[in-house]
Structure formats: C-alpha cells, structure tokens
C-alpha cells in the first residue's frame, strides 16, 4: 500500500521501461550526433539539438508519470469500490446465518394436482435470500406425482396364483423412516478446523474459519489473512476431500497461500483443530487447473480422506480483476 | 479437436447404449409403512413377504425394479383382511421412488407413489420434499411463517431448493392460518441432501404427525474458487526496476543538459 508503484500490474511496468530505455538510448544516441556535429563548429546548431532533447526527454518523463498517476489513481478508485462491496457483502452474509433458510414464496398456489404444483413453483416459491439466487432452487419440481397404484384386481388375490419367481425379500429391509420431528440432526457436531501451518511456505499459524459460498455459488474466499474451510464438504481428517482455500493475493495484500505453488511433494501440512487436537498431512501433489476445469471430486464428500488447498495461478486478467488458474495441494494424511 | 469431438461423442452414444440393461442398479425403491398404529403383512401373489410390517418400517424394494408384483396386497397383521389390494404393480425400471403405504383423504388406506426429486442441488443448498399422505383436508405449509406450499390435496407434494440451514414448518389448513395440524418444527435443510417429509396419520383420529427419509449425494462444487483479484508482487523485484529505471532517467536528465553545457 505504501508504495503505490509497485501494484501496478507487470505489463505496465514492463512498457514503462522499455520507454525510458528507448528514450535513453535514443538520447544517448543524438548526444554522440551532438558531439560529431560539435566537432566542427556550428555551435548553435547542437545547442538548439540539445535544448530539444532534453525537451523530449522532459515531455515523455511527464507523459510516464502522468500515466502512472492516473493508473494509480484509477486503481485507488477500485480498491474503494472494492472495499464498499466486501463491506456489503459482509452484511449481507451476518445477515443470513439463521434466517437463511427462510422460504418466503408468497401466494398460495392452486394445487389441485401434482401437476399444478409443478407449473406454479417457479414464480410463486422463491426464497429471497442472498444465498439463493435466481436459478432453478425456487422449483417445485414435477416429477413429485403421486396416485394410487392400480385398480384392484380380485383374481390375483387367490391363494393359488403363485408368487413370481425370483422374487426374494429376505433381504429387503431398512432402518425405518424417522417419525416426528425430534430426532432430526440440527447440527453438525465434531470438531472443526481452526488453524493451518505449512512451514515450507511460511504459513506459520493462518486462522482457518469456515465458510460455505456467495450468493454466485462460487466458494466464500476470506479476506486475505484467512483460510477458509468449506464447512459443506468433509471436516479435515474425515471420509472424502476437505478443502481448505485461501487468497494468493487480495486488494494488493499478499493471501496465505501466496506461495502455495512454490510448496513442494513431501511438505508438511498441519491441521489444528478447536478441541487441540490436530492433523498431520504430506503434500502428495502441486496441479494447475484452467479454473473452469477445477475438479469437482476435490470436492467429494466420500473416499479416501484427502486435504485439497486450493488457490488462484496462472496469469492475472488486469480487466476481469482475476487469475485464469487454480493452484491446489492435495495432501494426505501421515 | 474436431476427431476429440468425435471420439467424446461416440462415447456418449455408447454410453447411452450401455446405460440401458444397467438401468436396474440405478434404481432406488423404498416401500415405507406410512398409517400409524396398524400392523400389516404385506402380500405378493398371495404369500406373504413382510410381516407385522408396523408404521414407520421401510424396505428396499430396488432390487425389484421394473419387475411386476403380482397380486400385490396389504393385510392387517396376522389376519386375512385385506386393508389395501394393490393388484398387479410394476415397479418403475430406473429412477428414484418411495411407495408409501398411507391413508386417502377419507382416511382409506391407499398406496402412494412419488418420484423423488434427486437432481443436483446447487453449491450451499438442500432440499425439501413435503408430501400430503394424511387423511386430512388440503393444507398450506409454512416455511419460517410464510405459505411455502399452498393448497396441498392429499396425495400430492412438491419440494423446493433451499440454502442449507434450519427452517421452522408447520402445516395449517389450505387458506387458514390456524389451528396448526403440525409442528412448528425446525427442519434441518442439508447441504446436498433431500429431506422429504410425509403428513401422515389422520386429523379426525387424532394421529396426525410425520414421517421422514433423507436422499444425500445430491451436493455439487462451488461454481469457482476465486482467490485473488490483484497480481501478486514479484517479492520486491518489481520494486528494484522502477527504481532502476526512475535512477536512469534521472541521470539522463542530469547528464545531458550537463553535456550539452559542457558543450558550449
């Protein structure tokens, strides 16, 4: 933050310097000229080749920093805006903790079938919440039909209609359905991740809070000094693929997992868990995925268990404000 | 690219092919005991496969998909009354079912049929499934105290997506904000999960209550994990070139008017 310069993306340093090279080598260039035509007298003449040089040389300093003036300023602009929309964006998710579940859809719709209730659902069951966004969560779908099986038929009651071959229920049988609202899990209890150390990239002791998704259904990312763990997916240690993400870079403030790629197979991942307990992991794989091709089963809520640490990569899209790649360390438990 | 295409789409094609005789181990039947304080034997082609099947009890009838039950009846336990006669039913040969054993609007006793909804739920959602198999008037539900299904008839349902959270319900009469038949209850709405929940029992009788199964499995990946939104610093080297270059410019400004005065 305190040296403005050095956020500016890398392309546009980059053609800062090939200017100033440019017009140094050009200067340094027309000074030889200057010297040649020096040798012999017209002494004016070199004075006035001079004089427009360091014009020259003047006009294109002040048109350079006049352009990192205002790429700075433009950026300022946006890290403001920034910040109003994660100031929003936290309100609207302290909002929605426990409330969010509220269905408010509105009118009583005429069901007298199955089928009405399919047509109606869109419009008139809508949730408003941030989580739950337009898409097709409001439906009320319409494969729920119900009906009576049959008609009775007398004939097939006789005792003598035998049973149909290869019809065994011997080993037909489940828990029963659940009567009543009591027993019905609320929570999910079991100890939960609180902090994450991966000596090898310097992340020494990064608190780790969960978080689930924004309103876009991407992944809740904390702010940059945070991991964040997606409380959906499994409790790290547990059946199938926890996932543990953090920022590579964040409003100009470098993220935890800044140097997540520079991690290598073999170093150690440390888990802490709130009950002081923790898990040890070995890095088993760095991959970069193209982000639209990010794996779903790093997300798999079944399988071996499986820590995936997941960050951004690849090349920054200045326009789009975001990498085109995920970085993500799969770990496994030692 | 284009033969990628073509080899992805052969795939599919046989995919689709293969799909079919396969069909049967993609099915998911439950057959659940939905009348409260009846004990019944459940009958096919006249013998009885389950006994004292009693309310709440759930079988797992997948194995027969798209197989036909023939002479298929319910009697009250351990007599020869015949509470439901079903005659011949086939099971669906793929898809997700529940049969439910429960009482019609009259209080009868009837077999329900329902497809559950099993699609994928977004990022951060769950599902719930209400279904109407009590013998008992249409009814709204109310999801936190608003109509989330309203003017539900006996034998029918529908569900709908929510975030994952907990949800105070309660069933009232279709068009009344009282008395409440059922609940308020909070309802755990799962992450990927559908929760279905039955009416079941009769108003008149005074059994009303519910039943419940849960389908898990349905969760999908978060659309994207975006983790930056400013390019990373090249650990001070950045900063080393605009000094370079800022002390090179510098010495051009100095060195040529110097020069050049030099010069005159």
Redesign the interface.
Known sequence: MA?P???R??TN?LL??FT??G??VS?TRA?AD??EV?AEPP?RR??KR??V??AL??LI?AACASTVASSSVAEAGSVTE?AAQALHAAAESEA???????????????????ED??ED?PE??T?P?S??PE???????D????????????G?????????PG?D?SD??????????DD????HDGRRPVSLAIEAIDVVDAAVIAV??NP????E?PPADEVGW?R?GPTPGDEGSAVL???????????V??HLADAEVGSVVVVGFDDGTSQRYRIESITDYV??E?P?E??A??GDAQLAL???GGS?N?EL???DS?TVAVAVPI | MRRLLAALAALAVAALVFATPAQAQDARI?L?H?IPDVDVDVA????N??EGFS???????S??AG???????VKAAGTDT?AI?????TLPASGNYT?IAHL?ADGNP????????V?ST????GR??V?H?AAAP?V?IL??G????????N?????????????SASVVP??ASEPVVI?P?????T??AN?IV?AVGSLDGGSL?????SIE?L????????????????NGL??V??AG?AA??MA??VA??V??RA??
């Open positions: 040296i310069s050095t956020r993306r890398p340093r800062l310097a100033f090279f017009v140094i200067a000074r200057v010297d020096a002494k070199s004075r001079s004089l040089l360091i040389v003047g300093a920034r929605t903790p426990d409330d969010s579940a509220a269905v408010t859809s509105a009118e009583p719709q005429a069901a007298s079938s199955s209730v399919a659902g008139s069951s949730s919440q989580e739950a898409s097709s969560s409001g439906s009320l779908v494969n729920d039909s119900a009906g009576s099986v049959q008609e009775p038929d007398e097939s009651a006789s005792a003598d209609s035998p049973s149909e019809l229920f037909t049988g489940l828990p029963p359905a659940q009567v009543g609202f019905l899990a609320l929570d689930g998704v876009d259904q991407t992944f990312v997606y959906f993400a953090a920022h590579i870079a964040f409003d100009g403030v470098d993220g997992f800044r982000k639209e990010l779903d790093l997300f809520r079944t997941i960050t951004c920054f200045p404000r975001s990498y995920n | 439950h659940i939905g096919v082609g006249g013998s496969v389950f309310f709440g009890d759930t079988q797992d009838l194995s027969f197989a036909t039950l023939e002479g298929l009846q015949v006669d079903a005659g011949d039913v049969v019609d009837t077999l329900g049929v329902f497809e559950n909804n699609s977004a990022a951060g959602q719930l499934t279904r198999t249409a709204d999801a936190n608003d109509v989330a299904f309203g003017d539900v008839p034998g029918a349902g529908a569900d709908v997506d929510l975030p994952a959270g907990t949800i279709a068009g609940g209850a909070d309802l755990p709405i992450e990927g929760l039955y209550t519910v039943l419940t199964e499995g969760a999908s990946a978060p659309a994207a994990v975006n983790t930056g939104n400013t390019p990373v610093q090249d950045g900063l070139a605009v270059i090179v410019a051009a400004f040529v008017p020069a050049a010069r005159r």
